[in-house]
C-alpha cells in the first residue's frame, strides 16, 4: 500500500529564515510521481511540483527547492528566505504510475513570523 | 479560465440527516475526484472518476455514500445518514489527464471545498 509520512506537524520560524519539510514517503511500485501542494489559509489546495521515480534531479523554482533521494525514500521541500506569505499547510503525496491513487500526507502546518 | 466550483461551502446537519455536495470540474478535465480532509489530515481519496466511470472508490463508505457523474462533467456526492465523524470538509478536484492525446501534468486542480459539520 502506497502511504506518505511527514512527521512534522507544525513548524514556526521567522522571517527569512530557511526552512525544511520533511516527506518520507512507502509504495512497492518502481514507476511512481511525488507532489506537494500548499494550502494556504483559505482552504484551496495548490500545485507546487510533480516529480516522477525516476527523475531524482533536484529542482529550484524561486526560493523553493524540493530534493529527492529514493536511496531514502525521501522527497524533502526546502524553502529559502521565507516570508510570511508562506505561512499555510503544505502537503506531500504520492500517486501510481497513472496518477490515480493519489495519497496525501498528514500535512506539516508552517507559521512565518514577521 | 474557471477554477473547480463546489457548493455549499458549509453546510451544518443533524446526525441522521442527509446532505449533498455539488462539484463542476474545469472544463475538459476528465477526471473528477472527491476528497474528504478531516480538521488535522491530510486529504483522503473517496473516489475517482474517469469521465462518467469509476476508476477507484475503495476508500468511499458504500453503506451511506454515493457519488456520480453521471454526464461526465459534474458530479454530486451524497451521505445518507450523516454521522458525527463526517464532519469534514469535502474537496473536489479535477484534472486533464485521460483521453487521447493529452498532456497528463499529474496536477490536480482543487475547489474551495464543502465544509460539513454533522451535530
Known amino acids: 500500500a502506497q502511504k506518505v509520512t511527514q512527521a512534522q506537524t507544525e513548524i514556526s520560524v521567522v522571517e527569512k529564515e530557511d526552512v525544511t519539510l520533511d516527506c518520507v514517503y512507502e509504495?512497492?511500485?518502481?514507476?511512481?510521481?511525488l507532489f506537494w501542494y500548499k494550502q494556504p489559509p483559505s482552504g484551496e489546495l495548490v500545485f507546487l511540483i510533480r516529480?516522477?521515480?525516476?527523475?531524482?534531479q533536484n529542482e529550484i523554482s524561486g526560493r523553493y527547492s524540493w530534493n529527492f533521494q529514493k536511496s531514502t525514500s525521501s522527497f524533502n521541500f526546502t524553502i529559502t528566505a521565507s516570508q510570511v506569505v508562506d505561512s499555510a499547510v503544505y502537503f506531500c503525496a504520492l500517486s501510481d504510475a497513472n496518477n490515480n491513487d493519489m495519497r496525501f500526507g498528514a500535512g506539516t502546518r508552517l507559521t512565518v513570523k514577521p | 479560465e474557471a477554477g473547480v466550483a463546489q457548493s455549499p461551502r458549509y453546510k451544518i446537519i443533524e446526525k441522521r440527516q442527509s446532505v449533498a455536495f455539488w462539484c463542476n470540474p474545469i472544463s475538459g478535465h476528465a477526471t473528477l475526484y472527491w476528497y474528504q480532509q478531516i480538521l488535522g489530515q491530510g486529504p483522503k481519496l473517496l473516489i475517482q472518476?474517469?469521465?462518467?466511470?469509476?476508476?477507484?472508490d475503495s476508500q468511499l463508505p458504500k453503506d451511506r455514500f454515493s457519488a456520480e457523474r453521471l454526464k461526465g462533467v459534474d458530479s454530486t456526492l451524497k451521505i445518507q445518514p450523516a454521522k458525527l465523524e463526517d464532519s469534514a470538509v469535502y474537496l473536489c478536484?479535477?484534472?486533464?489527464?485521460?483521453?487521447?492525446?493529452?498532456?497528463?501534468?499529474?496536477?490536480?486542480?482543487f475547489g474551495e471545498g464543502s465544509r460539513l459539520t454533522v451535530l
Open positions: 472518476f474517469q469521465n462518467n466511470g469509476v476508476v477507484d
Open positions: 509504495t512497492r511500485d518502481t514507476t511512481y510521481y
Open positions: 478536484a479535477s484534472s486533464p489527464k485521460g483521453g487521447s492525446g493529452e498532456l497528463n501534468t499529474g496536477e490536480l486542480f
Open positions: 516529480r516522477n521515480s525516476f527523475d531524482e
